[in-house]
C-alpha cells in the first residue's frame, strides 16, 4: 500500500515528492483485448500513470438497467498489472467528446438544464449510480490493499468535470465531495477547469486541489490557478495535445514539435501533466458527441467523429506516431530511470476481403420488428419520451386537403431528417428550422428523424432529440402525430435478427434500410478498416460489435475494426443504411470491404 497526498508545493507519495505524468486513455474507446499494449505504449512513451473517465450512460443505459458496470473495475486492475498509478474521473458527467456528456438521456430529458445542480431527482440518480460504480474504484485505491497485500493504483479522484465551464451551484459542488467521501473516497479529490477566473471560481471546491485544462501557455495558465490556489501542486489535467474532428470539417492536425514544446513548457514549470489524449481510440457502438458552434457554444450543431484518435501520441491503431517520439524524447528527461522498450505493433489483417451482402430489410420491417410502441399525441414526440438515446424516430401525420401546397416546416429538428410525401422520397433536411417545399393535401407524411449525437459541452447540453417544435403546413400545426422510436442497441438484443424480415438484397434497389452479409477473412485475423464506398451514412456491426456511424461527407473515410473482433473464416456484418445505399451493393464500387489497417 501507499499514502499519495497533495503537499504544499508536490504531490507526496509515502513522505517524497512524486511528479504525476499521465495519459489519457479511456478504457471503454479500446477493445478489452487491447487494454494491456495500449497501457504498455504509454509507459513506453514516458508516462507513470494513466487517466481515464467513466461514461455513466454506457453503463446504466435505462434507469437500474446496468451494462458492464464492472469494466472500470477490470481496466484499473489492468493499470496496475501494468505497473502505473491511476487517475478516475467518474463525473457524473465527463464531456469527452461522448454523447450528452456522459450522462443518460432518460435522466436529461425530463430534467433538462436542471441536471448538474442541486435538483433532488438528479441527485437521487446520481447516488444511485455511484452506489454502484464506487465501491470497485474504492476498492483499489494505492491505499487499499488487495488479495496479494499490495495497494491499488488509484491515486486520485475527480469530483464533477469542468463544472466553471458550465454552472456556478457550490451546494451540488459540495454534495458530490461529499458523497465520494462518504462511498469511501480516502485518496485526493480534484477538479478541472479551463484557466479563466470565471471558470476556476465556479468548479473550484475550497480544501480540494485545482487543476486546469489547456493546449498551450502553460506559464500564463499556471499564474491564474495560483491567484485562486497559491499553494500545492501544479498540475494541467488535461494537455490538449491534438484534438478531435466534426463530420464535414477537416482540422488542422497540430504538429508533433509545437506539441513537444508546449509539454516541455509544463514540464519546466515544475508541474505534473494529463496527456489529452495520451491514446484517443475510436467511439464505438455510436457513442461519439456532439458540440455547438460559436464561441458560447450556442450555434449550429457539428457532430463529432466516430474515430477519436484526436492526434494523440498513440493513433487509433495503438502505433506510435512522431508525436509520440517527441513526447518520449521529452518525458525521458524528467523518468526516474531508462524507459522501458516500446511494444510491437498488434496483428494486421493479411489481405483485403469483400464483404457480400446478399439479404435486406426495408427500415419500415425492421422499425416494425425492432422498434418501441407507436404514440399518438398533438405533436411530434421526442426521443427522450420515447425511451432513444441512439437510434431514429419515425413520425407520421396527415396533412388535411383539398388544399394547395405549402410549406412542411420541421420546427425544432434535430438532426436531421428523410421526408416522404405519400410514399415518395422528398427530401434530406437538417439544420433546426428545416422546409420542405409544395406539399398539397391531401397527403400523408412520414419523417425519419436521426440522431447525430448529444451535445456534450456547454449551455446546450442535455437537449431534446427529434422534432422539438412541432409540424407545421404553411402557419399551421399539424396534429395527430405518431411518433415510433427504433433504438440503436435494438439491433444487439439476443434473438433480435430473427424478427427481421429479410429478402433478397437484389429488392432494395439502393434504399434505405438493414443489410446482412458474411466476409470470409483468409488466414490469422488482425487489425482492419472497414471501407463503404458509395454508402451515405450509417452504422455497421461486425460480429454483433458495433463499429460505429460512417457518413459519406467525411472527413473520416473508413472505421477501425479491431483484430479482436473478426475470426478467421466466417464474419457475420450488418450494415444499417439510414438514407441510400449503392444500387449494386454485392459487386463493383458498391461493395463494403475489410482491407488492412494502415501503417
Known sequence: MARFVVGERDFELDGRPVRLLSGALHYFRVHEAQWGHRLAMLKAMGLNCVETYVPWNLHEPRPGEFRDADAPGRFLD??????????????????????????????????????????????????????????QIVA???????????????????????YGSYGSDARYLEWIVRR?????????????????????????????LATANFGSGARE?????????????????????????????????RKAA?????????????????????????????????????????????????????????????????????????LAEWAEGPLPAVPEPGPVLSSAAVVELGEWAPVGAVLDALGGAEVVGGGPATFEELGVDRGLVRYRVAVPGPREGHALRLRGLRDRAVVYVDGVRRAVVDGEVAVVGGVAGPAAVEVWVQSLGRVNYGPRLGEPKGITGGLLHERQFLHGVRSRGLRLDA????????????????????????????????????DAELTLPGWVHGFVWVNGFCLGRYRAVGPQRALYVPGPVLRAGRNEVLVWEWEGAPVAVG????????????G
Not at 483499489?140 to 479522484?157: F, H, K, L, N, S
Not at 477538479?191 to 471546491?205: F, I, Q, R, W
Open 78 to 135: 489492468a493499470v496496475r498489472a501494468a505497473g502505473l498509478w491511476a487517475i478516475v474521473r467518474p463525473g457524473p458527467y465527463i464531456c469527452a467528446e461522448w454523447e450528452n456528456g456522459g450522462l443518460p438521456e432518460w435522466l436529461t430529458g425530463p430534467l433538462g438544464s436542471r441536471v448538474r445542480t442541486w435538483d433532488a431527482v438528479y441527485r437521487r440518480a446520481v447516488a444511485g449510480w455511484f452506489g454502484r460504480l464506487l465501491p
Open 140 to 162: 483499489r485505491q494505492c491505499t487499499v490493499a488487495g488479495p496479494d497485500g499490495r495497494g491499488g493504483p488509484v491515486v486520485m479522484v475527480q469530483a464533477e468535470n469542468e
Open 180 to 208: 465520494l467521501r462518504e462511498l469511501g473516497v480516502e485518496v485526493p479529490l480534484f477538479t478541472s477547469d479551463g484557466p479563466e477566473d470565471h471558470m476556476l471560481t465556479g468548479g473550484a471546491v475550497p480544501g480540494l
Open 221 to 253: 495558465a499556471f499564474a491564474a490557478l495560483r491567484r485562486h490556489r497559491p499553494a500545492g501542486p501544479l498540475m494541467c489535467m488535461e494537455f490538449w495535445c491534438g484534438w478531435f474532428a466534426h463530420w464535414g470539417r477537416v482540422a488542422e492536425p
Open 258 to 330: 509545437d506539441a513537444a514544446g508546449a509539454l516541455r513548457e509544463i514540464l519546466e514549470c515544475g508541474a505534473s501533466v494529463n496527456v489529452y489524449m495520451a491514446h484517443g481510440g475510436t467511439s464505438f457502438g455510436g457513442w461519439a458527441g456532439a458540440n455547438r458552434a460559436g464561441e458560447l457554444h450556442d450555434g449550429a450543431l457539428l457532430p463529432t467523429v466516430t474515430s477519436y484518435d484526436y492526434g494523440a501520441p498513440v493513433d487509433e491503431r495503438g502505433r506510435p506516431t512522431e508525436k509520440f517520439w517527441r513526447f518520449r524524447e521529452v
Open 491 to 526: 439491433l444487439e438484443e439476443p434473438g433480435a435478427l430473427v424478427k427481421v424480415p429479410f429478402g433478397p438484397v437484389a429488392r432494395a434497389a439502393g434504399s434505405a434500410g438493414l443489410y446482412r452479409g458474411v466476409v470470409t477473412v483468409a488466414g490469422p485475423p488482425g
Open 587 to 598: 459487386e463493383g464500387a458498391g461493395a463494403p470491404g475489410l482491407v488492412p489497417a494502415a
